[in-house]
């Protein structure tokens, strides 16, 4: 099965899956949440970062809430296109043996690269001279797509970390480390991309949330509520 997905990786071009997942990725949806619905530039209020944890520490739970899943769905989204378009591309004896070879298919080409793509696209929006949020939703829309598994345990780990500490950015971490060794683990029989997305991915959030690591050590970090507002 792993040489059935390695030939259609081979036979498929990679870079109009890497394309569409960073374009959908550089969306900025906590701005225009901010500024349809709110009349708030995101940018200017709490830590000035686009993503749903700033949403939700200023604008509400609503706005938190919204920013989150249509984050999540830019890495999600990725990943499902490009999974799907490169079946629909497979040889005829690749499709006919159905959705086991789907999954491999999925998980062993270009799918996994589509969704850092997305991640990139979000952490840095030429729309915003380059400078977006810090990845972590669309990193779970994209673990999700590809292992459920993965994205479940994300949110178990930021809500351990987030309920008793209120360090939404040390959940954030920690989660993306976490799922980053279970995709690996998980779909390492399929190819090396799933190892890839997560260290690249892990990489880039943890560079990403530099600033919080800092403030974390020196004891300033903000801590987030999920108390209704």
Same mark, same amino acid.
């Given at each position: 099965?792993?040489?059935?997905?390695?030939?259609?990786?081979?036979?498929?071009?990679?870079?109009?899956?890497?394309?569409?997942?960073?374009?959908?990725?550089?969306?900025?949806?906590?701005?225009?949440?901010?500024?349809?619905?709110?009349?708030?530039?995101?940018?200017?209020?709490? @830590?000035?970062?686009? !993503?749903? &944890?700033?949403? #939700?520490?200023? =604008?509400?739970?609503?706005?938190?809430?919204?920013?989150?899943? /249509?984050?999540?769905?830019?890495?999600?989204?990725?990943?499902?296109?490009?999974?799907?378009?490169?079946?629909?591309?497979?040889?005829?004896?690749?499709?006919?043996?159905?959705?086991?070879?789907?999954?491999?298919?999925?998980?062993?080409?270009?799918?996994?690269?589509?969704?850092?793509?997305?991640?990139?696209?979000?952490?840095?929006?030429?729309?915003?001279?380059?400078?977006?949020?810090?990845?972590?939703?669309?990193?779970?829309?994209?673990?999700?797509?590809? @292992?459920?598994?993965? !994205?479940? &345990?994300?949110? #178990?780990?930021? =809500?351990?970390?987030?309920?008793?500490?209120?360090?939404?950015? /040390?959940?954030?971490?920690?989660?993306?480390?976490?799922?980053?060794?279970?995709?690996?683990?998980?779909?390492?029989?399929?190819?090396?991309?799933?190892?890839?997305?997560?260290?690249?991915?892990?990489?880039?959030?943890?560079?990403?949330?530099?600033?919080?690591?800092?403030?974390?050590?020196?004891?300033?970090?903000?801590?987030?509520?999920?108390?209704?507002?």
């Amino acid at each position: 099965m792993n040489d059935l997905g390695i030939s259609v990786f081979i036979a498929a071009p990679v870079w109009p899956y890497l394309v569409f997942g960073f374009v959908v990725g550089t969306i900025p949806f906590g701005l225009i949440v901010g500024r349809m619905f709110f009349g708030h530039d995101i940018r200017a209020v709490g @830590s000035g970062n686009i !993503g749903a &944890a700033n949403a #939700l520490r200023t =604008l509400g739970r609503k706005a938190g809430i919204a920013v989150l899943l /249509l984050d999540a769905l830019k890495g999600a989204a990725a990943v499902v296109a490009a999974a799907n378009h490169v079946f629909y591309v497979a040889p005829p004896e690749v499709q006919r043996i159905g959705a086991h070879a789907h999954v491999t298919i999925v998980t062993a080409t270009v799918a996994p690269l589509a969704g850092l793509a997305a991640i990139l696209g979000h952490c840095y929006t030429p729309w915003l001279r380059f400078r977006g949020g810090k990845g972590v939703a669309t990193f779970l829309g994209a673990a999700f797509a590809l @292992s459920w598994e993965s !994205g479940v &345990a994300f949110i #178990l780990v930021w =809500l351990a970390v987030v309920i008793p500490l209120g360090f939404s950015s /040390l959940g954030s971490m920690l989660g993306t480390l976490v799922v980053g060794v279970i995709l690996g683990l998980t779909l390492r029989n399929v190819g090396p991309n799933a190892w890839i997305f997560a260290a690249a991915a892990s990489a880039v959030i943890l560079w990403r949330h530099r600033q919080n690591i800092g403030r974390l050590v020196s004891g300033s970090e903000n801590r987030l509520s999920l108390r209704r507002r």
